[in-house]
C-alpha cells in the first residue's frame, strides 16, 4: 500500500498525538460527566428503536406470514445499509458543522419514524418504516464518538467509549424487557410506538442542556481545516491496522446482529418460552451482563493499553475465547436452564471489541477526520455484520428447516461461532502494526 503524499499529510491538519498520554481535563470540564450519560442515553434510545423488533419479530412473522430470511432482512438490510452509507455524507458534516444540532436532528428522525412503524401493515411497509429509522440513527454515532474524544484524553478514551457503548446493552435490557410485557399484554404496534416516544423528549433535553464543546478541547490541540473525504479515506486505508480491526468488528458483530435478530425466535421455539419470559431472560443477558462486560472492556484496555497500546486488540481476542466454549452449550442444550446459564458468558463478551475499536479509529487519525473515521468503520462493520448476518443466518435456518423443524435455527446460528473466531483473527493481524500506524500522524505532520 503507497504512503500518503507529503500533500495529503499536510491536509490531514494536525494530529491527535500519542494515543496514550496522561489525562488532561481542560478548565470546565466539570460538565463532561453530564454530556457523556446524556449522549448514552442517546445511544440507549436508538438501540432500543433500532433493536425492539427482535422481540416483537415472532408476533409480526405471524401477522405478516414471513420466513425467517424475510426476519433477517428487516432487522438487518432494510436498516443497515442506509444508516451505514447515509453515515460517511453526515459524518463530513460533522467534521465542519456543529455536532449538538445534528445529533438531536438524527434523534428526532429516527424516534419518529420508529413511530411510523407501527402502523406498517406487510413486509414492504415495515422496510420503508425500518429504511426511515436507518436515516435517522446514521447521524448519531460519528458525531457522538467525535464529542466524546474532544472530552476525554486518548488514556481514558477507551473507558468513556465503552460506557457510551453500554447504552448498546442497556437499549437492548429495554427493548427486550419491555418490548416483551407490552406485546404479551397489549401487542407489537403498542410496544413499538411507545419505543418512539423517549426519543422526542431526549431531543429537547439535549438541545437545551447541552453544548457544543470546542475541537481538541481536552488535548488543547489547535483546530484546522476539515481535510477532503478522498484524503480521509486515503489515510485510513493505508493503516493496515484500521483496515484489519475494521474487517474484525465486522466479523464479531455478523454473529451479533443475527443472534439479536433470531435468539428471541429460537427461545420461544426451541425452549418453549413465553415472551415475557424470553424478554425477562435477554434483558439480563444482553442488559446486565452485557452491559458490564462491554464497559470493563474499555477499563481493561485503558489500564493494559497504558503499558501496551495492543490491548486495544488483545481484549476482544481474550474476551472471545472466554466465550467460545459456552455458546455451542447456548445453542444445543435441550435444558433451557443449562442453555440460559451457558449464555451468561457469550453475553457479557458481546460487544466488548466496540469501545477500544472506537477508541483507536480516532487515535490512528487527526482532529478533523474524527467523526468521519468512525463513520467509515461503521460502514464496514454495519454492511458486513448487520448487512449481512441476519439474513445469511436466516437463510441457512430456512434451508436447514425441512430437515431439523423447529430447531433449524439452532444450527444455523451455531455457524456464527466461525465469524467469531474470524474476527478474533483480525485483531491479532492489527495490533502487529498498531504502534507504528498510532505513531504516523505525529511523524506526517513533523
Known sequence: MDEPSAAEAAEAGLPDGPILTGPAHAPGMRGRTYILVILTLVYVVNYLDRQILAILMPQIQTEFHLTYQQVGDLIGPAFAFVYAVLGVPLAVI????????????????FSLMTLVSSYTRGFWSMAAARFGTGIGEAGTGPSINSVIADLY?????????????????????????GGGWLSDHYGWRVAIMTAGVPGLILTLLLLLTVREPRRGLVEALPD???????????????????????????????????????IPTFLKVSHHMTQAQVGV???????????????LAGVFADRFGARDVRWNMYVPIVGGFIALPFAPVFYLSSSTAVALAAAVV????????????????????????????????????????????????????????????????RYAMLTTILTGLTGAFCYW??????????????????
Open 224 to 262: 484546522s481545516n476539515p481535510p477532503s473525504f478522498v484524503s480521509v479515506v486515503k489515510y485510513l486505508w493505508s493503516q493496515r491496522s484500521f483496515r484489519w480491526m475494521a474487517i474484525g468488528t465486522s466479523f464479531s458483530s455478523f454473529g451479533g446482529y443475527a443472534g439479536i435478530a433470531f
Open 281 to 295: 431472560a435477554l434483558a439480563l443477558l444482553t442488559g446486565v451482563a452485557g452491559a458490564i462486560g462491554t464497559y
Open 94 to 109: 460533522a467534521d465542519r458543522a456543529n455536532r449538538r444540532n445534528i445529533i438531536a436532528a438524527s434523534l428526532a428522525v
Open 153 to 177: 484524553a486518548p488514556a481514558e478514551r477507551a473507558s468513556a467509549l465503552s460506557f457510551y457503548t453500554a447504552g448498546l446493552n442497556i437499549g437492548l435490557l429495554i427493548a427486550f424487557f
Open 346 to 409: 457469550p453475553a457479557t463478551m458481546g460487544a466488548i471489541y466496540v469501545g477500544p475499536a472506537y477508541s483507536i479509529a480516532q487515535g490512528l487519525v487527526p482532529l478533523r477526520m474524527r467523526a468521519r473515521s468512525v463513520a467509515i468503520l461503521l460502514l464496514i462493520l454495519n454492511v458486513i455484520g448487520l448487512g449481512f448476518g441476519p439474513p445469511v443466518v436466516g437463510l441457512v435456518a430456512d434451508l436447514l428447516k425441512p430437515a431439523f423443524g423447529v430447531d433449524a435455527l
Open 429 to 446: 493481524r492489527a495490533s502487529a502494526t498498531l504502534k507504528a500506524d498510532l505513531a504516523r500522524p505525529a511523524q506526517a505532520a513533523a
